[in-house]
């Protein structure tokens, strides 16, 4: 027979024997899973830190946003700028250009103007129509006859037809100005 102290002690081994196996593995369970377990009330608090949040990062986001939009105005504001000072000095450069245009018209009328007809019928017909028609409407009317009359019929013709379209072009151009 055996003895029931021992039976007793057989078994505590065991027991014991069994813990220190199965501890060892749940230590290393322990070791591989740094993070542990979220508790069960967890989404409660992630609820509670993005209620607790929100208003915080919406006012971030419009401060955000309003710096953003004050960013392009100031873009926008300079580029408006810059192409206000490019108007102007478009304008006045068309300025220059016409006043240039208008003086060297009027030398290029006063050449044509001490010219023999002849010569200057010769020289207008050479040009293009608008240009000579231009001149023969600079003239007085005795110097614009004479010339045309040393002219080519077709081209005389040609170009009073043009300087006819012409003031009545301008004609018009005045009264909707008006």
Do not use: F
Request: charged letters at 30%.
């Amino acid at each position: 027979m055996r003895h029931p102290r021992r039976r007793l002690t057989l078994a505590a081994a065991a027991a014991l024997g069994a813990a220190l196996l199965v501890a060892p593995a749940a230590a290393l369970e322990d070791a591989r899973d740094p993070v542990p377990p979220a508790p069960a009330d967890a989404p409660a608090d992630v609820a509670l830190y993005c209620d607790a949040i929100r208003d915080a990062a919406q006012e971030a986001r419009v401060r955000w946003q309003a710096r953003a939009l004050l960013e392009i105005e100031t873009r926008i504001e300079a580029r408006l700028a810059d192409l206000e000072a490019l108007r102007i000095e478009v304008e006045e450069a068309l300025a220059r250009r016409e006043e240039h245009l208008r003086q060297a018209e009027e030398g290029i009328v006063a050449i044509y103007a001490r010219m023999r007809p002849d010569a200057a019928a010769a020289q207008l017909a050479a040009l293009e129509a608008e240009m000579a028609s231009a001149v023969l409407a600079k003239l007085a009317p005795r110097q614009a006859s004479a010339i045309l009359n040393e002219m080519e019929p077709g081209r005389a013709a040609q170009l009073a037809r043009t300087a006819a379209e012409t003031a009545r072009t301008d004609a018009a151009d005045q009264e909707q100005s008006l």
